[in-house]
Nanobody, 125 residues
């Protein structure tokens, strides 16, 4: 079993960048396809991005394309989410999640096997 811990959240001004990290322990992260989800206040948790086990493939939600980049460093057992040109509507709790297999270009919360506890991101206007 793998444990996931997000970090790097905080308050950032609109237009600014922020990088989130997701550190894994318990098992090597290279065993898992990794995703980022986010949950805005009063809304459902939604897919943001996915990266394959060794980073060869990535996919993004339409809302993330062009501004957000998912990456991973398996040697550090860490996954990242680089967010640029942040908007107030990006305000949410961001969750790191893992699953054993790559199953497509889009993921739902029920698809995932492991979750972190989330990192809060607030974008001020």
């Amino acid at each position: 079993q793998v444990q996931l811990v997000e970090s790097g959240g905080g308050v950032v001004q609109a237009g600014g960048p922020l990088r989130l990290s997701c550190a894994a322990s318990g098992r090597t992260i290279s065993s898992y396809t990794m995703c980022w989800f986010r949950q805005a206040p009063g809304q459902e948790r939604k897919f943001v991005a996915v990266i394959s086990r060794f980073g060869a493939s990535t996919r993004y939600a339409d809302s993330a394309k062009g501004r957000i980049t998912i990456s991973r460093d398996n040697a550090k057992n860490t996954v990242y989410l680089q967010m640029n040109s942040l908007k107030p509507e990006d305000t949410a709790v961001y969750y790191c999640a893992g699953k054993r297999d790559w199953t497509g270009d889009y993921y739902y919360p029920g698809d995932m096997n492991y979750w972190g506890k989330g990192a809060r991101v607030t974008v001020s206007s």
